[in-house]
């Protein structure tokens, strides 16, 4: 199976917590992992604002980039991705969430293009169908 990682996925599976593991599993069984480049900067924006050392966020930036594929946003995925936000957006408001981010839309994009899964416990993918929930 072919997966694409998000920022909460990767930032979980550090943690080392229930659902990172349950994360970790999927990725080491799939045949296929990508990682999006924005995830790259999502989670070296959570860490640097944790506190977390450069060189450690360096560390698991690395880690990310050997363990899958990091995908680099074409024309096509940017299309795709505004797309993605629209629907996001909507399904967002349905369900009295906060608007999802372009991050987001960007990750659910590279799936679809990739006609893979995406491995996350953010709540703006739960009922989707390209979605391996973590919780």
């Known amino acids: 199976m072919k997966i694409v990682i998000d920022a909460y996925a990767w930032i979980e599976i550090f943690i080392g917590s229930d659902k990172g593991k349950k994360a970790k599993e999927i990725l080491e069984k799939a045949s296929e992992t990508y990682t999006p480049d924005t ?8 860490y640097l604002g944790e506190g977390v050392e450069q ?11 050997e363990a899958s594929d990091v995908v680099w946003i074409s024309v096509e995925t940017s ?5 993605c ?6 399904e967002a408001k349905r369900s ?7 991050f987001d839309a960007i990750v659910l994009a590279t799936a679809k293009l990739l006609e893979a899964k995406v491995v996350t416990g ?14």
């Not at 995830?39 to 959570?46: G, H, P, S, T």
């Not at 060189?55 to 980039?65: F, H, P, Y």
């Not at 299309?79 to 797309?83: F, G, N, R, W």
């Not at 953010?122 to 919780?135: M, Q, Y």
């Open 39 to 46: 995830v790259l900067a999502e989670v070296a924006r959570k």
């Open 55 to 65: 060189q450690t966020i360096l560390d698991r930036l690395k880690t990310i980039a």
């Open 96 to 102: 009295r969430l906060r608007s999802p981010s372009l």
């Open 79 to 83: 299309l795709e991705a505004a797309k």
């Open 85 to 90: 936000y629209m629907k996001l957006e909507k």
């Open 122 to 135: 953010d709540e703006h993918f739960k009922n989707l169908p390209e979605t391996l929930w973590i919780e």
